[in-house]
């Protein structure tokens, strides 16, 4: 295997290959990476994510999977790095994390089999697919605002090529605390068989990126929590919450709301039998008084 990291490098954006504990650019240069300042691994002109994947994550929502994959798109403009901040827009609370992995592109690909679909990567990174489900109401069909808001749509830190995803653990870390943790071998649908399943109509070309689903326990964060997300093979993505300094304007568009679908979404698909209605000091023993 072999971990490619774009960073920036004396003001410009350079790519670089991972050599222990630094990171050599092809002119010779070094970077260690506790220092260097990390950049997405790729450049997309897409990124896709699947809704429902992971049969823990269709079991908390007491539900079934569709008898095939079903998408959301994520803005360009929502692309974020290692070590990036994640922005919660003043006026939400419900942001949740969703440690992932990506699937980046390296060849253009339309109309191929999933037999084929695996000479059409580059490799993989590790994502988190952030939801600020404050907009669920209003944006649950398109997730646009739910996933798409600058800054939710964290990857990195490389790109490993030559990484076999088979029965691969991944967790995601909240605080030093695990939050979830599962194999590849829950996915109902691989990786190839999702690069195969979009470019039928779709073409994908070379940086853009899938988001392959969530296992269960995504829960809500907040300002101030460090969420790394852990990929057997391809490293650990960190991101620190932010508050942001400007709320969501209430001149215009729906507002950000707090339904009991909202909060199911957010707590987990059992949310109402475990009678949580709001952010409890048991799910979160880190936290602060705003979450209690």
Sequence with gaps: MTEYRRILLDGSPVQTVRRGDELVAADGRVASIDDAIHLPPCEPTKIIAVHLNYDSRTQEFMTKLPSAPTYFHKPITALNAHKGAVVRPDRCKWLNYEGEIVIVIGRTCRNV????AGDYIAGYTVGNDYGLHDFRDTDAGSMLRVKG????????PGLVTGWDFRNKGIRTIVNGVVKQDSTTAEMEWDMHYLVADIARTITLVPGDILFSGTPAFS???????IVEV???????LSNTIVQGPTPIRDDCGAQPTESEEVISTAQGGDWEFRGIRTPSKDLYPSTVQEKA
């Design 149 to 156: 808001s600058d800054t939710l749509a964290p990857i990195g």
């Design 219 to 225: 829960r809500t964060v907040y300002p101030g929590d």
């Design 113 to 116: 089999s999933p037999a084929e």
């Design 230 to 236: 852990e990929v057997e093979g391809l490293g650990t």
